[in-house]
Every structure is written in structure tokens, then in C-alpha cells.
């Protein structure tokens, strides 16, 4: 969506564009009406030319007249000379000067053309100046916005605690378990893992205080295999740490890196530890089994991930099966529209904003040109993530007061 800043430059452009407008056709009119005067200073001349052109006809019509009445023989020889002479004078002044007349009326319906183009250059200034009284007022308009969205901006930064959750009452459709807002409860913990060429998503767990330390964190990322396995198969270093990109409210960037800890191929799952000592703002929070074996089809989730690169993005839909087997794993699938880079997102309760798995996979049709099916992803359900982080010598699932908590042995 457009912000108010971008419209107000918009608005900006296009107010200097009326203006630009503006002076070109001042400067026009000014150039015209200079010329109109001009022309109707000929076509005044033109008009007074009438009555002489009338008066040298009415003189070769008295001659005419004369020369019928002009006696015969040698005495009036002479004169009918010297009268024709005079006539031929005058019909010649008379092309001449009917000659300049056409001219002039042609130059006369120029000056009226002229005359209707300035008309129409007035009215399209007219126009402009009304357009551009439309553009100031839509300007100061724009500018009121930009301010009271400042000023709601300013207010929501004061809500916020100096460990960065924002304490602001969400409403009852938004409350979950987490701290009641539905961004910090799933989009917030959502990060993205890139390499070279791959681009994943994981999910950040709630900072956890590291015994025997003074103030010092662990925060764990859950995630899926097939994410660090394609990120390290970018680099020639396989032990690298992997790439973590996080972003808050606002959308400022924060980079991170984490090292693997356990991963399990076929269950396509990874745990990893995020290399910091200090407590992160956000975190998923983990159901117990309890809640985990609660689930039914139909029950309402929101996946959330970082596909093609994008910033951490929610869809919404709900659980389509709870047994679908692939290669003899068990995953959950799910309706949530899910696209290339949502790997190893996470998959969260709509009603309690709890972590429910991990996403792992995503459908396609067609060998030669594959399309992908976006409502049928297929998510690792914590369950099966809680039991493999069970059976090895690294975690262990503890809950207490109703939630559960990934710690390292």
C-alpha cells in the first residue's frame, strides 16, 4: 500500500507538472495577443479600403459613360484616347487594389482563428488554475495525514517496553497465549535463513536464562533440515554458522547467525542455537502434548514465512489431514496458501497463537515443468519434533504451567 509520503510526492509531481503548464501557456497568450493586434490593425485597413475601391469603380463607370457619349471623328479622337488611357489607369489601380483586399480578408480570417485560439487557451488556463487550486488543497490534505500518522506512530513507539513487546490491549479475536498480540506471538519469532542461492524461514523460541551466568540468554531456532543442509551446500565451509535475518515491528533489519545443534533427514527437522547471550523481544511459545494431541482437522492455523526472500508473511486456512505419510513419516497438511522459501516456518494455532510445527514441504503437479500447489503444504507437527528432540542425548521437552520449553542437556 501507498503510503501518505509517497502520495504527497506524487501530488508534488504533479502540481509542477500544472505549473510548467501553466507558464508555457501564459507566455503563449502573451506572444498571441500581440499578434492579434497586429492583424486587426490589416483588417481595420482592410475595412476602410472598401469605400476607395468603391469610388475608383464609380470613376471608370463615369468614363464608360463618357466615352458612349464621346462624339465621332478626328476632333474627339484625342480625348477618347486620352479617356481610355485614363480608364485602362484606372481598372488596373482596380485588380490592384481588389488584389490587396483579398489579401487582406484572408489575413482577417486569420486574425479571427487567432482570435478563437486565445479563447481556448483562456479557458484552458481557466482549467489549470481551478486544477491547481484541487492539487494545493489535496497537498494540504495529504500533508495533515502524514502528520496525525506520525504523531499515531510516535504513540505507538511510547507503548512499547524497554524490552521491545508492545503492551498495547489487543482485541479478543488477537489474544492468545503469548503476550496477546497475534504479530509478536507468530510474526515476530518468524526469521529468514539465507545462503548464496537458497532462501528458508525458522523460528525463533523464547529466550531462555543460562544458568550460573550473569544476565546472559540462549535462544533456541527450530527449523527445517533441508533449509541448513541447502544453505551450507551453497559455501564451501559445511560447518558454517547459518545466516539468520530478523525484523521488528517496523521492519528494521537485525542479522544474527546460529549454529547447528541436532537435525533428523527424515523427519526433515533441525534444531539450532542462536549465537547470542542476550534475550530476544519475541518468541514462539510451544503447547504441551496435551494440546498438541488436541488437535482436529479443520482447526483453524496461520503459517507464516519468508517465501521468495519476502519479508515474514501470514496466511491463514486450517489443518486438512493429521496422518499424511511421505516415505513413512508422518506430517500434517495444511490449507494455508505456502510458497517456495516458507520452509521451515512456523505453523501457529489461529485461536491460542501457539507454535504447532514446522513447515516442511510443498505439493507439486507435473515431472517436466512442476506447478506448485500452495494450499497443500505439508508441515512436521511438533509432536513428532518433541519426541525426536526426547530420544536424543542433546534436549529435552520440559513443561510447566502449561507450556513447554526446549532445553539443551
Known amino acids: 500500500m501507498d503510503s501518505p509520503i509517497a502520495m504527497n510526492v506524487i501530488a508534488i509531481v504533479s502540481a509542477a507538472g500544472a505549473l510548467t503548464f501553466l507558464s508555457m501557456g501564459v507566455t503563449r497568450q502573451v506572444g498571441l495577443e500581440g499578434r492579434l493586434a497586429t492583424m486587426e490593425e490589416a483588417a481595420a485597413r482592410s475595412r476602410t479600403g472598401g469605400p476607395e475601391i468603391g469610388a475608383m469603380q464609380a470613376r471608370i463607370d463615369a468614363l464608360t459613360r463618357q466615352l458612349e457619349e464621346q462624339p465621332s ?21 482596380l485588380e490592384e487594389a481588389k488584389t490587396a483586399l483579398r489579401a487582406q480578408s484572408a489575413a482577417l ?13 483562456d479557458e484552458v488556463q481557466a482549467g489549470v488554475e481551478v486544477r491547481w487550486d484541487g492539487i494545493a488543497e489535496a497537498l494540504e490534505a495529504q500533508a495533515v495525514l502524514v502528520e496525525a500518522t506520525r504523531d499515531e506512530l510516535s504513540g505507538v513507539r511510547a507503548q512499547i517496553s524497554g524490552n521491545g513487546e508492545v503492551t498495547v490491549a489487543s482485541s479478543p479475536a488477537e489474544v492468545g497465549r503469548g503476550s496477546g498480540d497475534a504479530w509478536t506471538d507468530m510474526v515476530g ?8 542461492a537458497t532462501v528458508g524461514s525458522g523460528v525463533i523460541l ?26 551450507r551446500a551453497d559455501s564451501v565451509d559445511e560447518d558454517m554458522p ?24 527424515p523427519l526433515d527437522s533441525a534444531l539450532l542455537v542462536v549465537n ?56 500434517w497438511m495444511i490449507s494455508a496458501p505456502t510458497y517456495i522459501g516458507n520452509s521451515g516456518g512456523g505453523i501457529y494455532s489461529d485461536t491460542s497463537h501457539e507454535l504447532l510445527g514446522i513447515f516442511s514441504k510443498i505439493y507439486t ?33 520440559v513443561e510447566s504451567r502449561g507450556e513447554a520449553t526446549i532445553v539443551l542437556r
Open 276 to 331: 547470542s547471550t542476550e534475550a530476544f523481544p519475541v518468541g514462539a511459545a510451544l503447547p504441551t502434548r496435551a494440546r498438541l494431541k488436541a488437535a482436529r482437522v479443520f482447526d483453524p492455523i496461520v503459517a507464516v514465512g519468508c517465501p521468495l526472500g519476502n519479508d515474514p508473511i501470514p496466511t491463514r486456512g486450517h489443518l486438512s489431514d493429521l496422518y499424511h505419510s511421505v516415505s513413512s513419516e508422518r506430517f
Open 109 to 121: 480570417d486569420a486574425v479571427e482563428a487567432l482570435a478563437r485560439k486565445a479563447e481556448r487557451i
Open 206 to 231: 523464547k529466550s531462555q536464562p543460562v544458568d550460573g551466568t550473569d544476565g546472559e540468554y540462549q535462544t533456541l531456532l527450530l527449523t527445517a533440515w533441508h533449509v541448513v543442509r541447502d544453505i
Open 365 to 397: 503437479h507435473g515431472a517436466i515443468r512442476p506447478t506448485v500447489i500452495p494450499h497443500m503444504g505439508l508441515v512436521t507437527p511438533l509432536e513428532e519434533f518433541y519426541d525426536w528432540i526426547d530420544g536424543s542425548q542433546i534436549a529435552e521437552v
Open 242 to 265: 547459518i545466516p539468520v535475518m530478523l525484523r521488528d515491528a517496523f521492519g528494521a533489519k537485525r542479522h544474527a547467525t546460529a549454529s547447528l545443534i541436532a537435525y533428523d533427514a
Open 73 to 93: 471623328g478626328l476632333e474627339s479622337a484625342a480625348a477618347t484616347r486620352e479617356l481610355k488611357a485614363e480608364m485602362a489607369a484606372l481598372q488596373t489601380e
Open 189 to 196: 519469532p518468524t526469521v529468514q535463513l539465507a545462503g548464496d
